[in-house]
């Protein structure tokens, strides 16, 4: 028996083909439309991304000549803070999914920790007051959009992460429900309790009632004949965020076991055990996962831009053709030469959670070229993974 896989990241919608062993046998990708309707913005088309996951699937069942029978189940991992609200009935997307970089909820954020309730939110959900988590934006939302906030109140509409949204839509409307790894990215979420907290719904005026179960990773998600492709539908199970499903992947299962993921962003996890500690220098204390009712804890550092900010050299800049030049590039110049790159496009996460810096490219001579400048880019992706595991360290030691 083989399992697709279905890895629906910031970029793309990725079907993936494993064996019984684990081995990865074939692998297909589509990309999205990145939407930046403002400066600070940052849009999905949530119809699209569905129906790149139902295409990027059937292509590969397609391509791997797959029968109904050669399936166990489907998986999902996914880009784990971006949300959407989507229509009860019809599963159609009432809005565009707000992504994870998006900063539209700044004003709010500043505004509550103003009024002095990051300690409590910190405690609640081991998370930081920032737009960087979607409940700011979802309040946003509610406040720009009267229509989507009297449909949530009548029960009409839901709100999900692309977990969530994207097994609604491929169980027919069945199954509504996400896992602890992703629920825990909302700030509306209680890593003590493991369940959704009434305190942060009414801190952000969300309707608790539009939220989604929420099921162990492991558990099954509801069944899928992928709209008609299969003859017969196929379990849905193995459902956990991109990072937590990395740190579990890579046998990150004792405490002091970490890993690095590098994406459109990175994330860097060190497993902490079942028991709940929170760091003292400015990092996230996360769920890894909850397995028989036991919650496994993490600290995280988070960075922004790591694979996007080549992307900004080769799209914005235009400093390269591909992504595949950088390494050259970096490596056909001694150092830096004293050029150094803030990747600050959205601010700066974990540990300094400063959302009014931006990006900067600094120490330019008039000797500098295109090489200085992108391997200034990729050394910045190393000092900020370099950063957080130095703060790991010191939590560690604590």
Not at 2 to 31: E, H, M, N, R, Y
Not at 76 to 94: A, K, Y
Not at 120 to 131: A, N, P
Not at 358 to 383: C, D, F, N, Q, W
Request: proline share 4%; aromatic share 8%.
């Amino acid at each position: 028996m083989k399992i697709l896989a279905l890895d629906q990241s910031t970029s793309a919608t990725k079907a993936l083909l494993f064996g019984p062993d684990g081995q990865l046998l074939d692998s297909l990708s589509l990309p999205h439309k990145q939407y930046y309707p403002q400066s600070g913005w940052v849009e999905h088309d949530a119809e699209e991304i569905y129906q790149n996951a139902l295409a990027v699937l059937s292509q590969l069942i397609d391509k791997t000549s797959l029968s109904d029978a050669d399936l166990h189940c489907l998986s999902i991992t996914n880009q784990r803070e971006t949300v959407v609200v989507f229509d009860r009935d019809s599963g159609q997307p009432l809005y565009p999914a707000i992504v994870w970089q998006c900063r539209r909820g700044d004003p709010l954020c500043q505004q509550l920790i103003t009024d002095g309730h990051e300690k409590m939110v910190h405690q609640k959900t081991g998370l930081r007051i920032d737009t960087y988590f979607p409940a700011s934006k979802l309040t946003w939302l509610l406040q720009e959009e009267h229509s989507i906030r009297q449909k949530l109140e009548q029960g009409e509409a839901l709100i999900g992460t692309i977990d969530a949204y994207l097994i609604y839509r491929l169980t027919g409307g069945a199954v509504f429900a996400t896992d602890h790894s992703n629920a825990s990215r909302t700030l509306l979420f209680n890593i003590t309790t493991l369940g959704w907290d009434a305190e942060l719904c009414d801190l952000f005026s969300i309707p608790q009632k539009a939220l989604p179960e929420i099921r162990e990773s492991s558990a099954v998600f509801g069944k899928t004949d992928l709209n008609g492709t299969l003859s017969e539908a196929i379990p849905i199970c193995g459902v956990m965020g991109d990072s937590q499903a990395a740190l579990f992947a890579q046998r990150c299962y004792s405490p002091g076991d970490a890993k690095v993921t590098l994406g459109t962003g990175s994330s860097v996890l060190l497993n902490i055990g079942e028991t709940l500690r929170y760091s003292q220098n400015g990092l996230l204390s996360a769920i890894g996962w909850v397995y028989q009712g036991k919650p496994t804890y993490a600290f995280e550092g988070i960075i922004n831009y790591s694979g996007a900010t080549v992307a900004w050299l080769r799209d914005q800049l235009q400093l390269i053709d591909t992504t595949a030049e950088t390494e050259a590039l970096a490596l056909s110049v001694d150092s830096n030469d004293g050029v150094y790159f803030v990747p600050a496009f959205v601010g700066l996460n974990a540990p300094y959670w400063r959302s009014d810096i931006k990006a900067a490219i600094l120490g330019m001579t008039p000797s500098t070229t295109r090489a200085h400048v992108v391997r200034a880019a990729l050394e910045s992706i190393a000092y900020q993974i370099k950063d957080a595991l130095e703060l790991m360290a010191g939590d560690a030691e604590t």
